[in-house]
């Protein structure tokens, strides 16, 4: 954040004994780095996380006040009282222990069966733990009006399939950190130790098995190879062992005639390992995630399990408090409600009307650059105006507010209030299969700090959240808003034509709409972000950013950044040159905004985590990469051939 009596940009967080040409990172960010100490309770904490935590203070006081009332909850700012006053009631939590499992347990308890094992995967679906896969409700990719169910691969308590099947030291490690918090938690649930440890490793071998059979994170993005829509008894023909009609049936989905199965060979493997693995494995595997997925929530020993492998895997020192915790746990569970309320107070119809007029800029300056680009033929560039003209813009807030009404909540009773809550959203997810796609749904809440692209919605969504000081400030100047927010929509509308987002046509079907010669022209210069990206690395010489990975977020920044400096350019066009500030040209400013919304300080496992997960590359790159392309930004800075930041123009990426 702006640093106190400044707007926009603060000179103290610059270094400016670095060189702007030789690391501009650190000329930017350098005065931050070095006075900024990591917060315990935080892996990695930057711009963003000082936005969330600013957020955090008017959610606190909002639902403070809410809690306070101790009436019986009736109305929906009544019910997110309750929830949250439930939720900080830390006493009852300890009394409780794992009692509020005993149902799911006992019902695990009783599988003798395959017939049973499916029932109780629909079971953990329906509350929302996705049990073995992942079940949704999804616009049909190649016909974006309708929404279809839809399966993916899942099933894995590590945060991503490579964990199981490498072989080096970070994988053993947090492999052995997983063994060690499944014993713990079935301890917890009264196994006896020996028993835990045995049941863990079962558990983990059991996993290993989906995680053999799942798509890479590269592989998945590509759509047309997670798109495969069959019939139901055709899906029953690939999984003999799992009958999908009688499992929507019991998730409360409606009935339906065709899913998507996303990755075919996972749920083969998946159907075998139904038989194949002997059902005290599935049951062992089926009690720890339920405990897993409600451990939050649970009593303290629970919650320390927890947050002991998060330690393994992201290196964060403290628990974060009670209080930040119930208003994630709010977030997720009655988001609309939480963000209603957090909208009143904090976005007002000013600020939603200025942030539509910089969309507004931002679109025309890529309509601009759509109808200049020398590499793309006129009809590839008739297409893709059609698709920027057709873009869908959500700002703020939702225009209708969910309806809590059917959602029951007690004041004293949390774990029920978490299990109804994601019931209840659940429930109303998949109540749309079948339906034509509502193109009005926001699929984010308005606090939340972030921005996407959908390239089924065809649609870009900036919530109230986001739309503060330091990416959007009022009181800043042009420079600034433009290289900040300004860049931030630029990257969410680019990711409509990056390596996936370009596949969906202006309606947000999966079809073809380029000229061969024009794709081949886009991998191209695509394949050039990739191998640059792929170059750079994180914390040491054996740890890369992985380029195919981060491409789409690669090329948003990129584009983003190319058509919000245009945009700025744009919006100077017949106005007196804007004076320059704290020595800074507009253009310099325009670049530094965009270094500081980027500053970050992170662990090294934050980091080595991030680079297997994460599709965004670590943050010193998402400055250092874009940059070093640019010859807008040589010019600003007076960069010179030979510098670090200039690359030479035979291997500049530049797509849109």
């Given at each position: 954040?702006?640093?106190q009596g400044h707007h926009g940009l603060d000179p103290a967080n610059l270094d400016t004994?670095?060189?702007?040409?030789?690391?501009?990172?650190?000329?930017?960010?350098?005065?931050?780095?070095?006075?900024?100490?990591?917060?315990?309770?935080?892996?990695?904490?930057?711009?963003?996380?000082?936005?969330?935590?600013?957020?955090?203070?008017?959610?606190?006081?909002?639902?403070?006040?809410?809690?306070?009332?101790?009436?019986?909850?009736?109305?929906?700012?009544?019910?997110?009282?309750?929830?949250?006053?439930?939720?900080?009631?830390?006493?009852?939590?300890?009394?409780?222990?794992?009692?509020?499992?005993?149902?799911?347990?006992?019902?695990?308890?009783?599988?003798?069966?395959?017939?049973?094992?499916?029932?109780?995967?629909?079971?953990?679906?329906?509350?929302?733990?996705?049990?073995?896969?992942?079940?949704?409700?999804?616009?049909?990719?190649?016909?974006?009006?309708?929404?279809?169910?839809?399966?993916?691969?899942?099933?894995?308590?590590?945060?991503?399939?490579?964990?199981?099947?490498?072989?080096?030291?970070?994988?053993?490690a947090l492999r052995a950190a997983y063994i060690e918090y499944a014993a713990r938690t079935?301890?917890?649930?009264?196994?006896?130790?020996?028993?835990?440890?045995?049941?863990?490793?079962?558990?983990?071998?059991?996993?290993?098995?989906?995680?053999?059979?799942?798509?890479?994170?590269?592989?998945?993005?590509?759509?047309?190879?997670?798109?495969?829509?069959?019939?139901?008894?055709?899906?029953?023909?690939?999984?003999?062992?799992?009958?999908?009609?009688?499992?929507?049936?019991?998730?409360?989905?409606?009935?339906?005639?065709?899913?998507?199965?996303?990755?075919?060979?996972?749920?083969?493997?998946?159907?075998?390992?139904?038989?194949?693995?002997?059902?005290?494995?599935?049951?062992?595997?089926?009690?720890?995630?339920?405990?897993?997925?409600?451990?939050?929530?649970?009593?303290?020993?629970?919650?320390?399990?927890?947050?002991?492998?998060?330690?393994?895997?992201?290196?964060?020192?403290?628990?974060?408090?009670?209080?930040?915790?119930?208003?994630?746990?709010?977030?997720?569970?009655?988001?609309?409600?939480l963000g209603e309320a957090y909208v009143q107070q904090t976005f007002t119809p000013e600020?939603?009307?200025?942030?539509?007029?910089?969309?507004?800029?931002?679109?025309?300056?890529?309509?601009?650059?759509?109808?200049?680009?020398?590499?793309?033929?006129?009809?590839?560039?008739?297409?893709?105006?059609?698709?920027?003209?057709?873009?869908?813009?959500?700002?703020?807030?939702?225009?209708?507010?969910?309806?809590?009404?059917?959602?029951?909540?007690?004041?004293?009773?949390?774990?029920?209030?978490?299990?109804?809550?994601?019931?209840?959203?659940?429930?109303?997810?998949?109540?749309?299969?079948?339906?034509?796609?509502?193109?009005?749904?926001?699929?984010?809440?308005?606090?939340?700090?972030?921005?996407?692209?959908?390239?089924?919605?065809?649609?870009?969504?900036?919530?109230?959240?986001?739309?503060?000081?330091?990416?959007?400030?009022?009181?800043?100047?042009?420079?600034?808003?433009?290289?900040?927010?300004?860049?931030?929509?630029?990257?969410?509308?680019?990711?409509?034509?990056?390596?996936?987002?370009?596949?969906?046509?202006?309606?947000?079907?999966?079809?073809?709409?380029?000229?061969?010669?024009?794709?081949?022209?886009?991998?191209?210069?695509?394949?050039?972000?990739?191998?640059?990206?792929?170059?750079?690395?994180?914390?040491?010489?054996?740890?890369?950013?992985?380029?195919?990975?981060?491409?789409?977020?690669?090329?948003?920044?990129?584009?983003?950044?190319?058509?919000?400096?245009?945009?700025?350019?744009?919006?100077?066009?017949?106005?007196?040159?804007?004076?320059?500030?704290?020595?800074?040209?507009?253009?310099?400013?325009?670049?530094?905004?965009?270094?500081?919304?980027?500053?970050?300080?992170?662990?090294?496992?934050?980091?080595?985590?991030?680079?297997?997960?994460?599709?965004?590359?670590?943050?010193?790159?998402?400055?250092?990469?874009?940059?070093?392309?640019?010859?807008?930004?040589?010019?600003?800075?007076?960069?010179?051939?030979?510098?670090?930041?200039?690359?030479?123009?035979?291997?500049?990426?530049?797509?849109?």
């Amino acid at each position: 954040l702006a640093g106190q009596g400044h707007h926009g940009l603060d000179p103290a967080n610059l270094d400016t004994t670095c060189a702007p040409c030789q690391d501009f990172y650190r000329y930017a960010n350098g005065g931050w780095l070095t006075r900024t100490t990591l917060p315990p309770e935080y892996a990695s904490y930057g711009s963003f996380t000082e936005l969330v935590e600013r957020n955090n203070e008017t959610l606190h006081g909002i639902v403070d006040r809410l809690a306070a009332t101790a009436a019986p909850p009736k109305t929906t700012p009544q019910k997110l009282g309750a929830f949250y006053a439930a939720c900080m009631d830390s006493t009852a939590a300890e009394k409780a222990g794992a009692a509020p499992l005993k149902n799911w347990l006992n019902r695990i308890a009783a599988i003798v069966s395959p017939r049973d094992l499916a029932r109780m995967l629909a079971e953990g679906h329906r509350h929302s733990w996705d049990p073995a896969f992942n079940l949704g409700a999804v616009p049909d990719f190649k016909n974006s009006t309708m929404v279809i169910a839809a399966v993916s691969q899942g099933g894995l308590g590590l945060p991503d399939r490579d964990y199981y099947v490498r072989d080096d030291s970070t994988a053993r490690a947090l492999r052995a950190a997983y063994i060690e918090y499944a014993a713990r938690t079935l301890g917890l649930l009264g196994d006896a130790p020996a028993v835990a440890d045995s049941e863990a490793r079962r558990i983990l071998a059991l996993e290993t098995a989906l995680a053999r059979a799942s798509l890479t994170r590269v592989e998945r993005r590509d759509p047309n190879a997670n798109y495969h829509k069959l019939t139901l008894a055709a899906a029953d023909s690939l999984t003999p062992h799992f009958a999908w009609a009688s499992f929507l049936n019991e998730t409360g989905a409606p009935a339906t005639a065709s899913i998507n199965v996303g990755q075919p060979a996972f749920f083969r493997a998946m159907d075998s390992l139904i038989t194949a693995v002997p059902l005290a494995d599935w049951r062992a595997y089926l009690r720890w995630h339920a405990a897993r997925h409600l451990s939050p929530w649970l009593s303290s020993p629970f919650v320390d399990a927890n947050f002991q492998f998060q330690r393994a895997l992201t290196g964060v020192k403290e628990q974060q408090p009670r209080w930040k915790r119930c208003i994630q746990a709010a977030n997720q569970m009655m988001g609309d409600a939480l963000g209603e309320a957090y909208v009143q107070q904090t976005f007002t119809p000013e600020a939603r009307r200025r942030a539509l007029a910089m969309v507004d800029n931002l679109i025309a300056a890529l309509d601009d650059r759509l109808h200049t680009l020398e590499w793309m033929s006129d009809t590839t560039r008739l297409r893709a105006l059609a698709k920027l003209r057709a873009f869908g813009k959500k700002i703020g807030y939702p225009d209708k507010w969910r309806d809590y009404g059917k959602l029951s909540i007690d004041r004293g009773d949390l774990v029920g209030n978490v299990v109804r809550a994601q019931t209840f959203n659940t429930a109303r997810t998949l109540s749309r299969i079948g339906l034509p796609l509502d193109r009005a749904e926001w699929r984010m809440t308005p606090p939340t700090v972030n921005a996407t692209y959908s390239p089924s919605f065809n649609d870009i969504t900036f919530p109230a959240g986001i739309l503060q000081a330091p990416f959007f400030d009022p009181a800043a100047d042009d420079a600034v808003n433009y290289g900040g927010m300004g860049a931030v929509i630029g990257h969410e509308m680019t990711h409509g034509f990056d390596d996936q987002g370009r596949q969906f046509d202006a309606d947000g079907n999966l079809r073809d709409w380029w000229t061969p010669d024009d794709a081949e022209h886009f991998k191209d210069r695509a394949a050039r972000v990739a191998a640059q990206f792929s170059g750079y690395t994180v914390v040491d010489s054996a740890t890369r950013v992985n380029g195919r990975l981060t491409l789409g977020e690669n090329i948003a920044d990129l584009g983003g950044l190319k058509v919000a400096y245009a945009a700025f350019e744009r919006s100077l066009a017949g106005k007196p040159r804007p004076a320059n500030i704290d020595g800074l040209t507009p253009e310099q400013r325009f670049f530094l905004a965009w270094a500081q919304i980027w500053r970050n300080k992170a662990t090294d496992p934050y980091l080595r985590n991030q680079v297997v997960t994460d599709p965004h590359a670590p943050a010193r790159w998402r400055v250092m990469g874009p940059l070093s392309n640019l010859t807008e930004f040589q010019q600003a800075f007076g960069c010179k051939n030979g510098d670090p930041m200039v690359r030479a123009d035979s291997v500049k990426a530049t797509i849109w």
